[in-house]
């Protein structure tokens, strides 16, 4: 058995020190539902784990009807669907949150965590991308902020240095006549992989389409922006045939592989039907949004 150090710091500094120190041989540990699978099944290796559920920056979730919502990379799931403002200006963070895993694992799970790992697969990545999420990353040089469509590069590899710690998620301010939506299709009820996921953020004006992104999941090496779902329907009326179309434009942005989860065919045709799904969802809760 391998011997493996246990640190953990209590600031973002002795963290960050850390994983100058010790580079790509520190693993990082949040919730860690991803990475003590990954260290037992050796599918990666690490001389020490940084736990950083103690670092303050990390555990924020603070809401300003001005300035949005930050989510820290440390708060688990649970915390999260049970906030009162997340619950109020965000029902398309919940959608994501209360479906990773099991009541076990969103005790301990994050939102960045999911990011981190990369999969392409992860549940909470598609919201984000279509919201508009930007993370908040520290390293040895400094911080920089990263828009989440452009984190993932592909299975389990990310835009992060060595060095480098995301600290939060920062969801743009609420608006009024906006909503967002995240479905998946799995084989059972619960705790299973996305055979196709798809996240979605609409803003209305006057019966038409002012904004439109759409986010898919498992179509892909890493979650994708269908950036022309969007500028198919923009400026459109909200109609079942406009929904249909930014739908169609779905379909074909998907590029999946046939496994033991489902067809490339069967991949396409879920990302155009979720698609038009999680649109009539999130066009409901924009009318109804404060
Ligand atoms: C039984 C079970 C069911 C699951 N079901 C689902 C599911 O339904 N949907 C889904 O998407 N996932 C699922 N997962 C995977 C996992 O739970 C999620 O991806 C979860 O969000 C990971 O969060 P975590 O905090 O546990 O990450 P961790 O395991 O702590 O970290 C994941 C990776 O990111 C790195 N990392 C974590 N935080 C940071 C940071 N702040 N900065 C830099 N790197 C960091 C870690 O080093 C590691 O490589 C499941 C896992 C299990 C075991």
């Not at 246990?6 to 990082?28: F, N, V």
Request: hydrophobic share 40%; aromatic share 6%.
């Amino acid at each position: 058995m391998k011997w493996v150090d246990y640190i953990q710091p209590s600031t973002l500094d002795d963290a960050l020190g850390l994983l100058k120190k010790h580079g790509e041989k520190a693993g990082i540990l949040a919730g860690g539902t991803d990475l003590l699978v990954l260290l037992r099944a050796k599918a990666k290796s690490s001389d020490i784990i940084v736990d950083i559920k103690n670092i303050a920056e990390l555990n924020q979730l603070d809401f300003d009807k001005k300035t949005g919502l930050t989510i820290g990379a440390a708060v688990p799931c649970y915390k999260i669907y049970n906030d009162s403002n997340v619950k109020k200006y965000y029902p398309g963070i919940i959608d994501s949150a209360s479906i990773i895993g099991g009541t076990q694992i969103q005790g301990r799970a994050t939102l960045g965590g999911n990011l981190c790992n990369s999969a392409p697969s992860a549940d909470a990545v598609p919201g984000m991308i279509a919201m508009g999420v930007t993370c908040k990353v520290a390293g040895s040089n400094g911080v920089r902020e990263v828009p989440v469509e452009e984190f993932c590069l592909a299975p389990r590899k990310n835009i992060l240095k060595p060095d480098e710690i995301l600290v939060s998620l920062n969801y743009p301010a609420p608006k009024p006549n906006t909503g967002s939506r995240y479905i998946r299709f799995i084989p059972r009820n619960e705790m299973d992989i996305a055979v196709v996921g798809v996240g979605v953020y609409v803003e209305l004006e006057n019966n038409k389409f002012k904004d439109l992104r759409v986010s898919l999941a498992s179509v892909a090496p890493k979650p994708i922006f269908v950036q022309e779902a969007g500028t198919s329907v923009v400026g459109k009326e909200v109609n079942e045939e406009n929904i249909n179309l930014a739908a169609l434009k779905a379909k074909e942005a998907a590029k999946p592989i046939t496994d033991m989860r489902g067809t490339i065919e069967f991949r396409k045709h879920l990302s155009e039907v979720l698609t038009k799904r999680a649109l009539q969802t999130a066009i409901e809760r924009a009318k109804e949004s404060v």
